[in-house]
């Protein structure tokens, strides 16, 4: 019932540093398009209305939400990235194939986290059917488009102001 008691995507706009000067990177997952697409428009919207600018904001597509690292990595290998954010949307079936994917996923992308040193943001809605993903997609529960874009600002934000990592010598 988390979501019943904080949605996200009702933040302060006082307490979101400037995303001016910042470089995005925006992996959309075409599977389920209908609610990607809306996590996407909320996303970007938001990345420009805290002072993104369009030039600043990279947009790929990838086919479905289990290709959704590989595209983040090819996205920070090719630009100096301040911030991944991956959309995807993978909804309950029969199988266990969502357990898979969304494992998979999340796991890659905090690998990468790690790895570039940089936000690679989970924005993966993982509903157990469409009615719960429109509900988070700009329905009852706000958008969680825009909840990615106000995280990859703020951790941005975060690893700007604390400068570069220094290479350590012994410990
Ligand atoms: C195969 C598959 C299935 C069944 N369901 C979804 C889904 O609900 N959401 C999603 O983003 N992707 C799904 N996919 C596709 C996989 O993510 C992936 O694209 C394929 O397995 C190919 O690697």
Redesign the pocket.
Known sequence: MASALKNLSEYNEQNIPSAEGLLFGIVV?E??TKITHALYEACYETLAKHGAREENIHVIQV?????LPAGARMLADRLKVDAVICL????K?ETS??EY?NYAVANSLANLGMMYGRPFVFGVLTPDNEQQALDRAGGKHGNKGVEAAITAIRMADLRKNLGETKPKIGF
């Open positions: 997952s599977w389920n086919p479905g939400s289990f290709e995807g949307c993978v909804i079936g194939h969502n994917i």
